[in-house]
């Protein structure tokens, strides 16, 4: 990786982590307790509470990508930043790219599922 392609990572990881909280604070706002007197307009309680689960679930996977993200910007001045954790090879810049927070390349990731 090149010092320039690390630029252009941890510019993709704070923008990826800003568009993040953005969603998150926007899916808070979704998932707060659907209180009893609430005008219910187009949609009943009950489809009401089948989306605030969608919305739950949402909230939960964008939380964890945000601690991934997180841990990345920490990690993306090190050494060791881009390197598989498992065969130790360079992961690809493109898939960096796409995945800034991937710790293993695309052969160990679908090897071990992650
Ligand atoms: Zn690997």
Do not use: W
């Amino acid at each position: 990786m090149t010092p320039q392609q690390r630029k252009q990572i941890k510019a993709k990881i704070i923008e990826d982590l800003a568009a993040l909280e953005h969603e998150i604070t926007g899916l808070k706002e979704k998932t707060k307790p659907i209180t009893p007197d609430v005008s219910l307009g187009r949609l009943t309680r009950l489809e009401m509470i089948g989306e605030q689960q969608v919305n739950e679930h949402a909230l939960h996977e964008a939380e964890i990508r945000e601690n991934k993200l997180k841990y990345a910007l920490q990690k993306v001045d090190n050494e060791d930043y881009g390197l598989c954790a498992e065969c130790e090879e360079e992961i690809p810049f493109g898939r960096l790219m796409i995945l800034p927070e991937a710790t293993h390349c695309i052969e160990c990731a679908s090897e071990s599922g992650q």
